[in-house]
């Protein structure tokens, strides 16, 4: 239980605050029309992510006998999650000199996250296999997984649309860059996590 809760908490930090698509509308909603503005884009993902979620879990469920499918999206899910740890040891200050835009609204956030790859290679190589091994552990371990996990993601950005709100130079600050070297060093051992986990299943361990 508390592996799957650590697990959800780890990887919804770091979507949560690492650069990217959504986060830089919520921090140009937070900036041009207020932290309200900035938080309702932060929600996006609770509704965007479910179909891909549903989806992704309805295949692994139908492969869950294949040994060698479900090592290669470990071992993917491996890669993408180290990847993903090294940009954020190498994070840099965020640029905020954005345009200003008409209001967008919680439909906006959707389509952002809707059309970004980072959800479907999340979920496909990462997310879908920790539930999948969570459904096996019983229902109160997805559930686990799942709580944390937005708990943490939409809780980042919102953080982050609070904490622009007050202070423009926040993306800027040694706060920020230790945040994401503290969750990139954790990521890392995480992507070993699951490179071993994919050795396994592929026999050669």
């Known amino acids: 239980m508390i592996d799957f809760i650590t697990a959800g908490f780890v990887l919804g930090c770091s979507a949560g605050f690492s650069p ?21 884009v932060a929600l996006s993902p609770i509704i965007t992510d479910f179909p891909i979620i549903a989806a992704t879990l309805f295949l692994l469920m139908n492969l869950s006998g294949y040994h060698g499918i479900l090592g290669a999206l470990s071992l993917a899910g491996g890669l993408f999650v180290l990847y993903t740890g090294y940009h954020s040891l190498r994070a840099r200050p965020v640029e905020l000199d954005l345009p200003k835009e008409p209001p967008k609204s919680l439909r906006k956030g959707v389509l952002t996250n809707f059309l970004s790859p980072h959800p479907y290679l999340f979920w496909i190589t990462v997310g879908a296999p920790l539930l999948t091994r969570s459904l096996k552990v019983g229902p109160v371990a997805f559930v686990a ?37 503290l969750l990139g060093a954790l990521l890392t051992f995480f992507a070993l996590l699951l490179f071993r986990e994919g050795v396994k299943l592929l026999g050669i361990w």
């Not at 509308?25 to 938080?39: A, D, M, N, Q, Y």
């Open 20 to 40: 990217g698509p959504l986060l830089m509308l919520v921090i140009s909603e937070t900036l041009t029309h207020g932290t309200r503005s900035g938080v309702r």
């Open 145 to 181: 997984f799942i709580g944390s996990f937005y708990l943490s993601l939409v809780g980042a950005k919102i953080v982050l649309a609070v904490a622009v709100g007050r202070s423009r130079a926040f993306m800027g600050s040694r706060v920020y860059l230790w945040i994401m070297r």
